[in-house]
């Protein structure tokens, strides 16, 4: 932000002194932060809401029977839950929950129909991780088997 090299040596995020080693998309969202001058974890915090939102409504959507909607949609909430339960402090000042919302949309992109919601869950992911290049091949063949196989 102040003419400093994209991978510069950066203290924060209780990780101390790191060179960020993650695509440009992992660290965008804090640009956010930054311009707005708000902490650096409430994106995390708005982009995981914010997926678990999109994931209630396509929930909404496709699941008719009202107690296995609510079962569904509290099971992202569980899984937060277990990982501040297990890691503690560190997971509160982690942005790991960021990612958690990018494979959240991922996994809904696999049952919707929506363009925009398919191609969100695969920017998002791509754009901030490499290791997601392995779940290409994957996505790619469920997609072939929703579109191209009735």
């Known amino acids: ?14 990780y101390g002194t790191f060179t ?6 992992h660290w965008f969202p804090f640009v956010i932060c930054k311009y707005f001058n708000l902490k650096f974890h409430w994106i995390v915090v708005i982009i995981f ?6 994931y209630t409504v396509v929930l909404y959507h496709n699941i008719k029977n009202k107690f296995w909607l609510i079962i569904n949609c509290i099971l992202p909430f ?6 501040y339960l297990k890691t503690g402090r560190t997971a ?20 919707s129909k929506n363009v925009f919601i398919k191609s969100m869950g695969l920017i998002l992911p791509l754009l901030s ?22």
């Open 1 to 14: 932000m102040n003419n400093e090299l994209v991978y510069a040596p950066y203290t924060g995020f209780n």
């Open 20 to 25: 960020p080693g993650y695509l440009p998309f």
């Open 49 to 54: 809401l914010v997926a678990c939102a999109i």
């Open 78 to 83: 569980i899984l937060l839950f277990s990982i």
């Open 92 to 111: 509160v000042q982690s942005i790991e929950i960021m990612i958690l919302g990018y494979y959240l949309i991922l996994a809904i992109s696999l049952f």
């Open 129 to 150: 991780r490499y290791s997601f290049l392995f779940w290409l091949p994957i996505y790619f063949y469920n997609l072939f088997l929703k579109i191209i196989v009735p």
